[in-house]
Each structure stands twice: as C-alpha cells, then as structure tokens.
C-alpha cells in the first residue's frame, strides 16, 4: 500500500512537466532571401493608445490583429544604407518565439523595415522585457502576417546598437 502511494504522483508529475513543454512556441528566425526585398529601416514612433494585450498567448489571435494607421508613424531615425546588410543579417541570427500573441498591435517605438513593393516589417519590443509585436504589412496597413516577439530584450538591444 505505501508502495501504491509513492508511485501514483510521480506519473501524475511527469505528465504535468512533460504536457507543460507541449504550449511552448517554436523559434523561428528570418530567412535573408526574405529579407533580400528589405531597402531601408528606420527607427519610427507608433501612436497607438488602443493597443490591447492577449490574455493568454496560447490560441491563434490572427483574426484578432488590427491594422495600422499609416498615418500614426513619426520617424525618428533612418538607419545609413551602408549598414542595411549588416542590420538584415544580425536579424537572421536572432530566435523570435514563432506566433507568440501578446497584443494586437505595435505601440511606441518600433523598427519598420520598408520592402522594394511597399510591404513592410514592424519590429516592437519593451526595451525591458521580450514581449513585443514583429509583423508583416502591406503598404496600406493591413496585417500580412504574425511572426511574434523575441526571446529576450537582448535582442532589440543587438538591433538598436545600428542606429546609435
């Protein structure tokens, strides 16, 4: 009977540790051949006081994205061309927590990377944490697609370090 005792959490405990790893999100990362169409980058503003937070990142919120108002973006800085290739690789390198869903919208600063047809990536990071938004927009606004947020803060710091 103790022996029954003992043995009964340890397969309710594995189950629970294992099953736990099952809702993590994959990683992705940037092919270049994307990235090939990218011709500037910029370091912009976001005005946008709607913005909203997911509850949970578990389920599919694509249908909960909103678009952007092309109309709210300030630009601040605009990265030198000589630096583009070396911007584009290092955002190869860094892992994004692939269709993490934390808001359904950027706010505040932002990375836009601007496309040869109009298309652009938003880049949108709390300096202090990895939750952020980095999505893809057509030239009028619309959601293209979700990517997520990255996996720590270090890796808005590695992008931020090409436009000091």
Same mark, same amino acid.
């Given at each position: 009977m103790k022996r029954t005792k003992f043995f009964v959490p340890i397969p309710i405990l594995l189950t629970l540790l294992l099953s736990g790893c099952v809702f993590d999100p994959s990683e992705f990362y940037f092919e270049r051949e994307e990235l090939s169409?990218? @011709?500037?980058?910029?370091? @912009?503003?976001?005005? &946008?006081?709607?913005?909203?937070? #997911?509850?949970?990142?578990?389920? !599919?919120?694509?249908? !909960?994205?909103?678009?952007?108002?092309?109309s709210k #973006? /300030?630009? &601040?800085? /605009?990265? !030198?061309?000589?630096?583009?290739? !070396? #911007?584009c690789d290092k955002l190869c390198e860094l892992p994004i927590l692939y269709r993490y869903f934390a808001y359904d919208s950027p706010k505040g600063e932002a990375i836009r990377l601007n496309c040869s047809d109009g298309n652009f990536y938003l880049i949108n990071s709390d300096e202090n944490s990895y939750i952020g938004y980095i999505g893809k927009y057509s030239a009028s606004g619309e959601v293209l697609d979700f990517y997520g947020c990255f996996v720590s803060a270090e890796c808005t710091a590695e992008l931020m370090k090409y436009f000091e």
């Open positions: 169409r990218v @011709v500037q980058v910029q370091l @912009v503003d976001y005005e &946008n006081p709607a913005q909203k937070e #997911f509850s949970s990142w578990v389920p !599919d919120h694509m249908d !909960d994205l909103k678009p952007v108002d092309i #973006f /300030t630009v &601040n800085k /605009t990265l !030198d061309g000589g630096k583009l290739d !070396d #911007f």
